[in-house]
Structures are given as structure tokens and as C-alpha cells.
């Protein structure tokens, strides 16, 4: 059973940097992409960016150039890493990723738990 496990989260000051790590564990193939999500409090859960295993990448408009999204095949993990963070990236990140196990035709998504990240002075 595919698993995704985050790691990275805390309380960091405006303008401050912060990277947040994914570890996919279990039977895996392939991870075909990457993705973090967040939900910010009262809202609803936005993409903020997605990695594909080619190296294609697309962010949401309110994160590009100071996010980043960095994965490593090796270890089956990726990472967020967050620049000149605002208090309005304050929220839960999730990682998804969609992922091959051995002996099916196609890839199944998959979620982690989701990790805090508040952006305060």
C-alpha cells in the first residue's frame, strides 16, 4: 500500500523560507507526478503547484517565483520549497502524487495528510 508521508511544516515570519518534504513509501513503479496543494482557513483546497516526472511544471499565479517544487526519483520524494513567505500562504499543505504501482495499467493519486504552515510575525 502507497503511502504519503509530509514532513516540513511550522511557523515562520513574513518573508521567511521554509521547504516542506513528501516521502512516498510501499509498492511503486513510477511516480508520474507531483503536486502540492493547500487549503488556507475557511477556504477551499487550491493547487499550488505540479511537477510532472518529465520536468514540466506549472504554479498557481499567487506562488510563482517563490515557490519551487524539486523532486528526487531516487528517494520517491519531493519537495516545496517556499520563499518570501506572506501570511496569506498560511494553511495546510497536502501532497499529491500520482503514482504506478507494479502490475497495473495505470497510475492511482494518492494524498498525504497534510502538514501546518503558518506565516506570522
Known amino acids: 500500500q502507497v503511502q504519503l508521508v509530509e514532513s516540513g511544516g511550522g511557523l515562520v515570519q513574513p518573508g521567511g523560507s521554509l521547504t516542506l518534504s513528501c516521502l512516498a513509501s510501499?509498492?511503486?513503479?513510477?511516480?508520474?507526478?507531483w503536486a502540492w496543494y493547500r487549503r488556507a482557513p475557511g477556504e477551499q483546497r487550491e493547487l499550488v503547484g505540479v511537477?510532472?516526472?518529465?520536468?514540466?511544471?506549472r504554479y498557481a499565479d499567487s506562488v510563482r517565483d517563490r515557490f519551487t517544487i524539486v523532486r528526487d526519483n531516487a528517494k520517491n520524494a519531493a519537495y516545496l520549497q517556499m520563499n518570501n513567505l506572506q501570511p496569506e500562504d498560511t494553511g495546510v499543505y497536502y501532497c499529491n502524487a500520482d503514482i504506478k504501482i507494479p502490475y497495473s495499467r495505470k497510475e492511482s493519486n494518492y494524498w498525504g495528510q497534510g502538514t501546518q504552515v503558518t506565516v506570522s510575525p
Open positions: 510501499g509498492s511503486i513503479s513510477a511516480i508520474v507526478a
Open positions: 511537477l510532472t516526472r518529465a520536468g514540466g511544471n
